[in-house]
């Protein structure tokens, strides 16, 4: 049974760091790519950042130059490493894992992350 496991949420203030990390266990299928997505409160879930097995990245317009994805792929493990973290960041990040046709596709139960103004 595939787990997809988040950490590292927390309280901190506008201007300070976050690193979330996500990890997956049992996985039974190549692994194409890991993404984090997030929800804050009476918004719809969007797509944070990316990475593929070939290191390819993307990211949210916002993040661009804040937040920094990487990954083990030894490990089944993504970071999302959240710098000059700002209020509008607030939300419930989720990590998503999934295969390159989608055919597979599990998902965290999300970490909180609340920034403070």
């Known amino acids: 049974q595939v787990q997809v496991l988040e950490s590292g949420g927390g309280l901190v203030q506008a201007g300070g760091s976050l690193r979330l990390s996500c990890t997956a266990s049992?996985?039974?299928?190549?692994?194409?790519?890991m993404k984090w997505h997030r929800q804050a409160p009476g918004k719809q879930v969007e797509l944070v950042a990316g990475?593929?097995?070939?290191?390819?990245?993307q990211y949210l317009d916002s993040v661009k130059g804040r937040f920094t994805i990487s990954g083990d792929k030894a490990k089944n493990t993504v970071y999302l490493q959240m710098n000059n973290l700002e209020p509008e960041d607030t939300a419930v990040y989720y990590c998503?894992?999934?295969?390159?046709?989608?055919?597979?596709?599990?998902w965290g139960q999300g970490t909180q992350v609340t920034v403070s103004s």
């Open positions: 049992g996985v039974d299928f190549n692994i194409y790519e």
């Open positions: 990475i593929t097995t070939d290191g390819s990245t």
């Open positions: 998503n894992v999934e295969s390159f046709t989608r055919e597979h596709t599990y």
